[in-house]
């Protein structure tokens, strides 16, 4: 039996490669997990099983993938998995992983799923404190993952608070962003939830040892660490935050073993929890009712006063919006902010939102291009609309392009011959619809494009006479 110790995903690669090439059968490997935090800077397992470059074998991309997934979740036989599924498909099984029914590809599905969610439910908890030290703004944040999600998480948090020197805390492993780059140390070994008091003493324990690494060392820390009470500690501020957030997705959460599901009202506020427009959008940040949630940098709530006359209805977030976490303020926004302008109506007291809520896109490049929502994620997320719409008094319902259209008037609706006229919809009696900003920047000429903005103009024109009442009739 060869028995070897994996870190990581690219250490389990190393082994898994070597072992293969040696064909060596996975009945006579024992590959054992090393749950040590990195800061003990374990020594790396020697491999002595030379190599052979004669037993090439070629391994399917997508299982790569899921193997660096599965390589974040906590199970300890998960090396010993991924390395007998690794030896089955490169012997005789090279569709296994269609065989969705296999116990070992169910299982890898299974962990894959689970660090997925793991990974949303850290995006979404994660609360910063600001801390004053040395006369520069720290904020530091303590999560409790499920597995070991930490660099798997961390660039996401690099992304969206680029311009903050920050750091996480968590049992297995911390991270630090210092605005330029991410680096890793020692969880902190507690597993309760500090107070804020605490957090701060933890924090700045750590804070000492990161940028001094020849401090580190693990006694000398953990006697320093204010521990007196931990361990005895309520369920403290941070999980009160979260309690407070999403009570409803965190029942669910404990109670149904799948944990999430596929509508997004699962995801709003308690019915005890007081319901605004504020309360949605902080609800809004945990739906992971459809696979949108995944891949972009944030939810795109809805934007205005919630006394706005008019509401204002678009696709989904683009590029800029999922970065900025505002809807319409990328190109599309910028030419329905001149419309709007030209049309006489202000931006700031209208409500601008999108039917859905998450940026859809694929990547070519380093660019990232929009994907049209299909209509099951219009579907999922639905409720949010209906929600915003419940909470607001708006006497004219806006929808921009065909996505719009469509869910909010009727799936035959078409923008080509009935914009710019009013509908009576389940929402509003004055509804209309009209050009995408988005579709006139996409014409080819100037000609084209001015042509449309102008019925867009017209449209919002329209829309604003709506708000006299005498124009439709109530
Ligand atoms: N396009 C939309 O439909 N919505 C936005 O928020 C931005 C671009
Ligand atoms: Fe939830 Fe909508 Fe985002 Fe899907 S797109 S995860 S339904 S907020």
Not at 59 to 72: D, G, M, N, R, T
Not at 254 to 267: K, L, M, N, V
Request: hydrophobic share 40%; with cysteine; glycine share 4%.
């Amino acid at each position: 039996m060869i028995q070897r110790t994996v870190h990581d995903f690219s250490d389990w690669r190393e082994i898994a490669r070597a072992l293969r090439s040696a064909q060596v059968p996975p009945s006579e490997v024992q590959l054992l997990s090393n749950a040590e935090p990195t800061l003990f800077a374990l020594d790396k397992t020697g491999f002595d099983v030379a190599p052979s470059t004669t037993n090439a074998f070629r391994v399917p991309k997508q299982f790569l993938s899921l193997a660096e997934q599965v390589a974040y979740h906590r199970d300890p036989t998960r090396w010993n998995l991924l390395y007998r599924v690794l030896w089955r498909l490169t012997t005789d099984e090279r569709a296994l992983l269609e065989v969705i029914t296999d116990d070992d590809v169910y299982s890898l599905m299974q962990m894959e799923k689970a660090v997925r969610r793991d990974a949303h439910k850290m995006k979404a908890f994660v609360r910063f404190r600001e801390l004053q030290q040395n006369g520069e703004t720290h904020y530091i944040a303590w999560h409790r993952p499920d597995h070991a999600i930490v660099k798997k998480v961390a660039p996401f948090f690099a992304r969206r608070f680029r311009g903050m020197n920050w750091t996480i805390l968590t049992p297995d492993e911390s991270v630090t962003w210092n605005q330029s780059e991410l680096t890793y140390h020692a969880g902190t070994p507690r597993s309760a939830a500090p107070s804020s008091d605490e957090l701060e003493d933890l924090w700045r324990t750590y804070y000492a040892n990161i940028f001094n690494p020849a401090r580190i060392k693990v006694k000398a820390m953990k006697a320093e660490m204010p521990v007196r009470h931990w361990a005895t500690l309520p369920e403290t501020e941070i999980i009160d935050d979260l309690l407070r957030d999403a009570p409803r997705r965190v029942q669910q959460m404990i109670s149904s073993p799948e944990g999430y599901s596929q509508t997004a009202s699962d995801y709003f506020p308690s019915a005890d929890a007081p319901l605004t427009l504020a309360t949605l959008a902080e609800a809004a940040k945990t739906c992971c009712a459809c696979d949108l949630h995944c891949q972009a940098t944030q939810v795109v709530f809805g934007q205005g006063p919630a006394r706005a006359k008019v509401v204002i209805v678009g696709e989904q977030p683009g590029d800029q919006e999922d970065l900025a976490g505002m809807p319409f303020v990328g190109p599309a926004g910028q030419l329905l902010d001149r419309a709007l302008a030209a049309a006489g109506l202000e931006r700031q007291a209208i409500y601008v939102t999108n039917v859905v809520k998450h940026f859809k896109y694929e990547s070519q490049g380093k660019r990232r291009l929009h994907k049209r929502p299909d209509a099951r994620e219009m579907r999922a997320c639905l409720p949010w609309f209906d929600a915003e719409w419940e909470l607001l008094d708006a006497q004219v319902l806006l929808c921009l392009g065909a996505s719009a259209a469509t869910s909010l008037i009727a799936p035959d609706f078409r923008i080509q011959r009935q914009r710019g006229q009013w509908v009576v919809s389940r929402y509003c009696k004055r509804t209309l619809a009209s050009w995408h900003p988005a579709s006139i920047l996409r014409l080819p000429t100037a000609e084209l494009r001015e042509a449309r903005f102008a019925e867009l103009l017209n449209d919002l024109r329209t829309a604003a006479s709506g708000l006299r009442s005498d124009v439709v009739g109530d």
